[in-house]
């Protein structure tokens, strides 16, 4: 894997920061721009800027805005489609004209597993990482002739700074919560999503395409 280029969006955010750490330790130069990705203008600056890049990650997230379906906001459901579904379109629309004209690329989309399984309370969410999920099997399937391959890791119950930070690992409550709904009853580690982000943009990984890889301790099952 050494000598190829991977753009990591939204570092800070999600499992930006510890796909970041295995990529380079297999040797994969890292970059990870910070440009608003409000737009397809934005999206292309973000990739031009870099030039040639072999592996996309598109790492989005935005927290869920729980609530009923009676009380949706329309700028809560607007939010997150335009910092989860719209930037993933726009991202993937400007770096596969280069992968095509090479014959080859990984693209890697960061998730949720929570529109395979549905949350009570969360269906602006789910609707959103739902439009996500449905982009990324289709875009996988329509690229997988040119030697590109698109999945996405549906993540539930896995440590990280969004939505399952260190401080409430600790939390009775949600300890409890995690031992009735989850069957290895903890918290995924960050390392465990990054490796196989790691496996999912190396060369061992040819046959898999359009795949929602479901990685959640077993809830979604």
Known sequence: MEERTALITCYEKYMGTAIKERFEDKGIKVFTGNYPMRSQKDCEALINSIGQIDILVANLAEPPMTGPVHDINNTDWN???DSLVHPLMYLV???TPKMLER???KIIAITSAAP???IPNN???CAARGAQNAFIKAVGLELARNNI???AIAQNYVNNNTYYPDEILDNDKFLDHLKRNVPTNKIGRSEETAELAAYL???KCNHMVGQLIPLA???TT
């Open 201 to 203: 943009a190396s060369q």
């Open 123 to 125: 269906a602006a969410y």
């Open 79 to 81: 939010r997150l489609f």
């Open 93 to 95: 629309r400007a770096v």
């Open 217 to 219: 301790g077993g809830w």
């Open 103 to 105: 014959k080859t690329g």
């Open 149 to 151: 391959q698109v999945n």
């Open 116 to 118: 395979l399984k549905g």
